[in-house]
């Protein structure tokens, strides 16, 4: 089974709550699409005015028309609006900086990469820098000696340090020449600050930092360096993880628990970012998975009922059209939050809600990525086989100039560890994630009445899918570990087949859709399910014929190749009755070994699937093998695979693994046909 399908690392977070990617492009769409238009050039004037009010107005303004508006955002943007807010940043009049960067804040979350990427390229880091130790002096006052702070403290703190935090954390995910820039203002220090005084601190603003931190120290190596050096901050997190956020905020607003929860689930994230950690630290001999984030993360995801979910949405958005409509952009309101209804505040918590399932199973991705990586560092032999061996010449030895040696197929890998420990986790995560891929009315739709709940519900899908995805590539590599649970393989096999159902037509999914990506990585959980209860799923004709036009819709070779294996475990079902469906299978895989017709990895795995559907010759499908002429057509692949094994470029990135892979697959197939042969059959 090949590595496609593991992810090495979680994925990020990503800050952009609704994608806009439906919308057309250029001014004219975005003036034809948004009822604002008229407001739009007062709003750009007045933040140049002489009156300070004004310009403290326009900002506010900017944040209210945004809301929930991307037609209406990018409008603002063809009016340089991300410019003309970065210029008041160094405005004379504090309460105006403030407001520009809520509006700025505001841009980044709802308007994504690229007006992040806008706001790097038009230096927003250089006022930025210049709040930072601002902030800190503030806060260092604001908590050794409340009395003797600045009057404007505490909204420096809670409100101004937020909305600074936010937007560090949008930039840092949007390029690496931006993440690399924002490495270099030392912030370490000035995060843990507002996490090590959580308790003396909104929660909000200690969550901002959480997140921020949680991004920074994703794969990221000077700042996940920086924070594992040091012994209060990791203790500081620890502390954070396991206290869980709650209990301090009981009989508080539901907004404030939804926030402590997500603290709790930022910190276990910190942590899993930064191991494993060195002794002697004392954390290096607790077992974080078991110890610290399961027993955090499981309850989060089991929380919440996503039809449940739904249906509040569809509900309050019911209320929401009978209410009069609110002028959320022509007032002089001091606070984001003031003009919004009890309505809109109960759909913002459904999402928080969300969210925070989501940010639980992106770190649950990575908890279940428990499979190791061969070592791809170069051995003195291998560095002398680079310089002797660049053209790959013994690649091209004949395979009747080998002597006939016993056919070996690819060892499974001894299961580390975490492999021995994937099947006890199994039990606690199954039953929530298969309960979190199943799609609801509200997942993919288009238009939705509500779209920050459509784009989180479709993003837990495809979270959850990840989770199972690399759940049984773990089990998958522990030969036996839970082989005997056929029903519960069958269960799974059965549980994905009807969330795909409700996700569409693989055929139909627009590339780059919410509903595209679900089959892509569900794809992944039926290969890994397929390979660990092999033989024991049954072939049916629609699901056979899904998954291969699912293949041949797609350009990505990671695609293709989870794909192909699904449709090997399929045809490795030993029942005559399921020989149509090897037949079937059988066909197709060869024809993919056709040169031109396919990605290297996907001819790869189309010869190696082949090798494990026919390594038994006492299976029913040899009959297959023997009426479709199976060896011959091998045979004459061979020349073929090696050429595309030869042609592989080790130094491009992946290149060496794939190499080596290819090198395996090919010395199989030669293996295989000759011991074919010499059976005589």
Known sequence: MGKSQKKRSMRRHNPMRVPDSHLSKGLAAASSSSNKTEAVLPIIKKMESADPVERKWACVAVSNLIYNDPSTRRLLQGKNVVGTLIGRLTDPEEEVVVEAAGALRNLCIDGGYEICAEMYNKNILAPLATFIPKISSILAQYIDSPKTAPENAQKVVYEFAENVITILWCLSETSNKALNAVNNLSLVPFMMAF???????????????????????????????????????????????KARGVQDVKGKNPATEERAVALGILACGILRNLAPFPPPSSIASIDLDKEILLPLLVPVISSVSLQEATEAVQGLVQIQSQEPEVNHWDSKQQSRSDHKSETELGLERVEAKLRAVLLALEILTGVCATLPDPDLEPSADEEVENEVFEDGAADDSAMDETPDEPMTIDDAPEPSSHTQDAPSILPMLLEPLLALIQPTELSFSAPSPHAPTTSALSAIHIAAFECLSNTFLALAAAPGSAASEVQAGQRVWSAVWTALAGAGSPVEAASGSARAAVWDVAVGVLWGVGTVWTGKIVPEEVRVQALIALCDARTDDAVRVKCIGALSALAQHPHPASLDANRVVTSYLLGLLVPGRTGTETMLQAAESLIDIFADERAPAEANFRAGNVLAALAGAVEDVRRAVKGIDRKKEGGKELKRHGEEVRDNLIAFVRYRRALKV
């Open 195 to 241: 996490l090590s005084s959580r308790e003396r601190l909104p929660v909000a603003t200690a969550t901002s930092a959480a997140q921020c931190l949680y991004v920074l120290t994703d794969d990221n190596p000077p700042i996940a360096d920086e924070v594992r050096a040091n012994f209060s901050y990791v203790s500081s997190l620890l502390e954070t993880a």
